[in-house]
């Protein structure tokens, strides 16, 4: 049974900084990453990485947020930088396998101006 479980979500004032991490079991992850949701909004990226280390970012978080994986622990992290009240979100961690995409069940940053 796969499982994700986040942690690192919170209050922050913007300028300030957060670090999330995702732990993944069950099954083999190619891909990794974050997503986002703010209310009344759809989901949408904010970085994945592969098991080669290639990253992605969304180009509203580029240079502020760094995305990194431990693949022998199968957890990935989002440092996020110079946080904006506009990153005020759910993020979600997500996780891909030969199998299916798996989803976290989200964490809250608030970023307060």
């Known amino acids: 049974q796969v499982q994700l479980e986040e942690s690192g979500g919170g209050l922050v004032q913007a300028g300030g900084s957060l670090q999330l991490s995702c732990g993944a079991s069950?099954?083999?992850?190619?891909?990794m990453g974050w997503y986002r949701q703010a209310p009344g909004k759809q989901r949408d990226l904010v970085a994945i990485?592969?098991?080669?280390?290639?990253?992605v970012y969304a180009d509203s978080v580029k240079g502020r947020f760094t995305i990194s994986r431990d693949n022998g622990k199968d957890t990935v992290y989002l440092q996020m930088n110079s946080l904006k009240p506009e990153d005020t979100a759910v993020y979600y961690c997500?996780?891909?396998?030969?199998?299916?995409?798996?989803w976290g069940k989200g964490t809250l940053v608030t970023v307060s101006s």
């Open positions: 997500q996780a891909r396998s030969k199998m299916s995409d798996y």
């Open positions: 069950g099954d083999i992850f190619s891909i």
């Open positions: 990485i592969n098991s080669g280390g290639f990253k």
